[in-house]
């Protein structure tokens, strides 16, 4: 049976030049096996020392991914082709296990060197090109280069702008919510004429504005289970600046499934991480961070608050490693974890391990594939309690429990953010009293562990804990107020400030 | 033995110092540590039970066993963007 493989440009020197190889073969493992056979260099490029294909090399099958089908052993017809698609461009063997830091590599441009510039492109990156370490050729390598930005605020917001004034060619970006007053204080790409537009929308033009040369594709909504593996395969190098960590295990995942790196950064207050996970040749996230912690112990920005310079710092040190990711430059932050904080202007390096035991990219993954990551992360709303003399539900609407209160009924109303959210907003004139999370376990005797307890944070995740806390200290009738008192100002009382 | 620990972000609030130095039985290994700090009370009593932890700088296990004057470093995760 003849079949085509197409072999990508970095991989053409084991193949004599080939940008094609004509095999026999009724499988897509047979098909590989008579490849090397006729061209022994490709081997350790494609198979790993137990002789498994590696990692983060796909091979497609008429488009389709053969993960997706029996691996190895999808069959082939006479005439079928099969693309070879590695993450990794010249692979160099064995991936840095362990080691320290890893020398950046660079990855694949989907089109070789890249293409040409024009002379308005030569003339806008003369400095870059007066770089020896950059040229002509680092500039074609990043014209061809496709980054996504998962999250565009504060921290994707720097990564953006660099890396269009930089000449990436094509830049992703994922974010489904709009511009808001509040984000100005830190999140660059948007001006107060942008307010109420989707993010994707205001950034693409921006954009747009500072580098026409650059191709931006939005991708608005969430990142997802079902749409994550798809969007990151388009890329080469994802940059992850969003807020919460149910994204963050997605996008991880996703990577080390695709075999992608994953430019990490986040932040909180004074102080943000930085590091380059890229289970292919090093640790990944889950390495370091194996589970997450428990909702509600980690406050977001929202909660927390974060210092407006902050991302900027931050996300431009992710720009950077996107950047030498793609040019094969210099020493990555693979295997290091950078620290920073702002207020004692401290730079720390740790250095990180692959866990030989973790769950994706370690020796005997059980993860294979895409999982829950709002159950992983135990940020889904809990299910309502089966017990009949509850009779309470575990979680109220806005509506709903506007319609308890308009009735009359007697319900202890609990806000458990933070003095300061109480003083921008608070449900006190509909009896709400404040007991910040962290002081609910000593104040406990405030509350009537008979009556009817309703808890709200700013959009539910912090009262989720409590809820839990509360009804572990014996409160039977405990409801968390779905959405927080964000979606009670949406649905109920828009005279409320929004923060 | 004296050891060194070393809070960042969120653990430094649940800790209320930067860092600290604690007395502690030869043979104690970092889950020993976290065991003890999260028995003692007060905020660090909201220390997860394996939290990521750097001994001397290096990422490493709970199992890791200490040793006098090491520098044990607690990782909270982070979220915000
Ligand atoms: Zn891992």
């Known amino acids: 049976m003849g079949v085509t493989i197409r072999i990508p440009t970095p991989l053409r020197a084991c193949t004599a030049g080939h940008a094609e190889v004509s095999v026999e073969g009724g499988s897509v493992g047979e098909a590989l096996a008579a490849l090397v056979a ?21 091979v497609y099958v008429n488009e389709e991914d053969v993960r997706a089908r029996e691996g190895v052993n999808t069959p082939l017809a006479d005439g079928d082709t099969l693309v070879i698609v590695p993450s990794i461009a010249g692979g160099s063997g064995a991936p840095a296990v362990g080691s320290a830091s890893a020398q950046a590599e660079g990855v694949p441009a989907q089109t070789g060197s890249g293409p040409e510039l024009s002379r308005l492109e030569l003339a806008r990156y ?80 921006r954009l747009a504005d500072l580098n026409p040369h650059v191709r931006v594709v939005r991708h608005d909504g969430r990142l997802t289970r079902e749409s994550a593996l798809d969007v990151v395969a ?50 990944c996230y889950r390495c370091l961070f194996r589970e997450p912690p428990p909702p509600g112990l980690v406050p977001s920005c929202a909660e927390g608050g974060v210092l407006g310079v902050l991302p900027g710092i931050i996300g431009t040190l992710q720009a950077l490693e996107a950047l030498k990711l793609i040019l094969g430059r210099g020493e990555t932050l693979v295997g290091r974890l950078v620290l920073f904080d702002a207020l004692a202007f401290q730079f720390r390096e740790l250095k990180l391990r692959k866990a030989a035991d ?29 017990d009949p003399d509850a009779a309470f539900p575990a979680e109220l609407t806005p509506a709903e429990l506007k319609a308890r209160l308009d009735r009359g009924e007697r319900v202890q109303l609990v806000d458990v953010r933070e003095p300061f959210e109480w003083e921008i907003a608070s449900l006190a004139a509909y009896g709400a009293r404040l007991i910040p999370l962290g002081e609910l376990g000593g104040r406990l005797a405030e509350l009537d562990p008979e009556g009817d307890v309703v808890v709200y944070c700013l959009s539910g995740a912090r009262s989720a804990a409590a809820c839990r806390r509360l009804r572990a200290a014996g409160f039977r009738r405990v409801a968390n107020l779905a959405g927080g008192i964000r979606a009670w100002t949406d649905q109920i009382d828009p005279s409320l400030a929004r923060y | 033995m004296r050891i060194r620990l070393l809070f960042f972000a969120l653990y430094r609030d649940l800790a209320g110092v930067p860092e600290m130095e604690l007395e502690t039985r030869p043979g104690a290994t970092a889950a020993t540590i976290v065991e003890e700090l999260r028995r003692a009370g007060g905020g660090l009593a909201r220390l997860p039970e394996t939290p990521a932890v750097a001994v001397n700088r290096e990422y490493a296990p709970l199992s890791t066993v200490l040793r006098d004057g090491d520098e044990l470093a607690f990782l909270p995760p982070v979220a915000g963007g």
């Open chain 1, 126 to 205: 003369a400095r870059h090109l007066a770089l020896e370490e950059v040229g002509i050729e680092g500039q074609r390598r990043l014209k061809a280069a496709r980054v996504l930005v998962v999250g565009a605020g504060g921290l994707g917001s720097p990564v953006a702008l660099y890396l269009a004034a930089a000449g990436v060619g094509t830049i992703g970006l994922v974010d489904f919510d709009e511009v808001d007053a509040t984000n100005l204080q830190r999140q660059i790409l948007y001006g107060v004429s942008d307010v109420g537009r989707p993010k994707t929308e205001a950034a693409a033009a």
């Open chain 1, 234 to 283: 388009g890329y080469d190098v994802v940059v992850d600046g969003t807020d919460n960590f149910p994204t963050r295990y997605l996008v991880n995942d996703a990577c080390v499934l695709l075999g992608k790196p994953y430019v990490y950064g986040s932040i909180l207050r004074f102080e943000g991480q930085v590091s380059v996970f890229w289970g292919a040749r090093g640790p």
């Open chain 1, 358 to 386: 973790c769950p994706i990219c370690g020796e005997n993954p059980t993860i294979t594939e895409l999982i829950d990551y709002d159950f992983f992360c135990g940020v889904v709303p809990e299910t309502p309690s089966s």
């Open chain 1, 38 to 58: 006729e061209h022994p260099r490709i081997r350790r490029h494609l198979f790993g020392e137990d002789g498994r294909l590696r990692g983060f090399v796909n």
